[in-house]
């Protein structure tokens, strides 16, 4: 598990991360979003104590230099391109498992893991992104490590591999270990996380289930397909509700699938289906983080909206 209070970071004037506390639970992926510019990367250091800042981050409730072998409880992969670029793979893991204290044995382990067993004596410099992800993900797992920090894992990944990525991860929730990865991939993290934390200009946003933060960031449709359509679509628009008929097929919103029934029933009109819809992941996004945005269209648009209105 892991527990991050108060982070905060500042840079001159800006503050790039502020108060941020969340909670990423054992035996799941949770999802760290934000827009591009929010602070995820650098609170990510912070929890790793690779950059100074204020607040704690506990893992399994205690601090990562309270661990005797850190390596051994939390590995991370926050840059895909930090090895030597003529070091072998083999070579680069097995420093990395030196440092961690393990046998030198899971180097290949661990490239055999990532599907890298193929090119272990060659040098990295010469890989792809997508390879060179896969190796940084090796060098995460070298300690066999309780939990895993992932700075855009799947970038540059082929829809193949990307596939593997998300299988890979999901057997590791499933030992129990705590899986925390960042990515602006929002259809991949719909399929993967099952926990979600989403910040805007360094602050907590919201966190909780992916299905919970889908509900509550995106309006309901209750689809009721019926076919007395005009015994209900009258009495459904004088409740309030909005109604859009194709055919037999009413979508509705505004009111609750219950109300729906309920006007179906006392208007004796045959129900054939009557189902809630919700929106996708990536419509509850950008529902809620819209104005927290720095960098982008819409923060440009207004930029530009601002210098107008001064000239």
Not at 47 to 76: C, K, W
Request: charged content about 20%.
């Amino acid at each position: 598990m892991i527990q991050a209070r108060g982070l905060t970071k500042r840079f001159r004037d800006k503050l790039a991360v502020e108060d941020l506390t969340f909670t990423a639970p054992s035996g799941a992926v949770t999802g760290f979003v934000g827009p591009n510019g929010a602070g995820k990367s650098t609170a990510m250091r912070l929890m790793l104590q690779l950059a100074s800042g204020e607040g704690e981050t506990y893992f399994d409730g205690r601090p990562l230099s309270a661990h005797p072998d850190p390596s051994r409880v939390v590995g991370a992969l926050l840059d895909s391109r930090g090895f030597h670029p003529r070091r072998t793979a083999r070579d680069h893991l097995s420093s990395l498992a030196a440092l961690a204290g393990v046998p030198a044995a899971r180097a290949d382990e661990c490239l055999r893991a990532v599907g890298l067993e193929a090119v272990a004596g060659k040098q990295p410099g010469g890989f792809s992104l997508g390879m060179a992800q896969r190796l940084g993900l090796a060098g995460a797992l070298i300690g066999d490590p309780r939990v895993l920090i992932l700075d855009e894992p799947a970038n540059g990944l082929d829809p193949q591999t990307v596939t593997w990525l998300r299988t890979f991860l999901r057997t590791l929730a499933a030992e129990g270990r705590t899986i925390f990865l960042s990515s602006h991939l929002l259809t991949e993290m719909a399929l993967l996380a099952d926990h979600l934390v989403v910040i805007g200009r360094g602050r907590l946003m919201a966190e909780g289930s992916v299905e919970e933060f889908v509900r509550r960031h995106t309006a309901g449709q209750v689809l009721l397909r019926t076919p007395h359509v005009d015994r209900v679509l009258e009495p459904l628009r004088a409740a309030g509700a909005r109604v859009e008929a194709d055919g037999e097929a009413l979508t509705v919103t505004g009111v609750s699938r219950e109300a729906v029934a309920e006007t179906a029933w006392r208007q004796g009109a045959m129900v054939l289906e009557l189902t809630t819809r919700h929106g996708s992941l990536e419509d509850a996004y950008l529902s809620l983080t819209g104005a927290a945005v720095e960098f982008g269209p819409r923060a440009a648009a207004a930029t530009a909206a601002t210098t107008g209105a001064t000239r």
